[in-house]
């Protein structure tokens, strides 16, 4: 482990959940902070823009992307303009998706493996997309993190890699590595080998990595409004 999760990150707390507009900033954060974890060899990795993750020698760099199932989205936005405009049309909406939204809350659909690996190889396919530019940039070593906020259901865990194997196949261009990141561990598909590792995190830790992500987060937000 390359990262250091001291005392004062593991006790730290928020007095208020970030923006939705700021998630993007601690999703990057915490991708960078996994893969720390687990790797030493990412121990000089920044955050930057395009790709998210970079070394400075342009050896490695790494995009970083948060699976979100479309459906899903779509009833969040509902919500949220419900909220914003009350308009009801919004509402009738979102319980069209399957939703059941409140004056201040909503309980999504259920979702099955097939919802979570559709939405992976839609998200990974877009992504396959920006690898060309970044070879153009000189990156010599091209990732990608698939974040997933919670537990995947089994299949997904299981059978994530067999998507991304399947739609790379069809594609001229191709990630070297690819990283499935959830709430208590990280895969690793070798696109080279075809092999797939799993590093399991521990709760307490995987908590840590959270806040340590948050921290750096907000660390950059402060400057971005400086």
Aim: proline letters at 4%.
């Amino acid at each position: 482990m390359s990262i250091e999760l001291t005392d004062d990150i593991r006790n730290r707390r928020f007095s208020a959940p970030l923006r939705a507009e700021d998630m993007k900033y601690y999703t990057e954060h915490f991708a960078l902070a996994v893969l720390r974890y687990c790797f030493d060899e990412y121990d000089s990795l920044t955050v930057c823009d395009a790709p998210d993750l970079q070394a400075a020698d342009k050896s490695i760099g790494i995009e970083v992307t948060g699976i979100a199932i479309n459906n899903n989205m779509a009833i969040v936005g509902d919500c949220l303009h419900y909220w914003k405009t009350g308009d009801k049309r919004y509402r009738e909406k979102a319980e069209q998706r399957g939703a059941t939204p409140g004056e201040s809350y909503y309980i999504l659909p259920s979702v099955d493996s097939d919802d979570e690996l559709s939405a992976i190889e839609s998200i990974f396919a877009k992504k396959l997309g920006k690898l060309r530019s970044y070879r153009r940039k000189g990156f010599r070593r091209l990732g990608l993190v698939m974040v997933m906020d919670g537990l995947p259901i089994p299949v997904t865990e299981m059978y994530w890699a067999d998507v991304v194997r399947d739609v790379q196949a069809e594609s001229p261009e191709k990630y070297d590595a690819v990283f499935f990141a959830y709430a208590s561990a990280l895969s690793v598909y070798d696109c080279h080998s075809g092999r797939t590792e799993f590093f399991e995190i521990p709760p307490a830790d995987m908590d840590a990595l959270e806040r340590y992500a948050r921290c750096r987060a907000e660390e950059l937000i402060a400057d971005l409004s400086r």
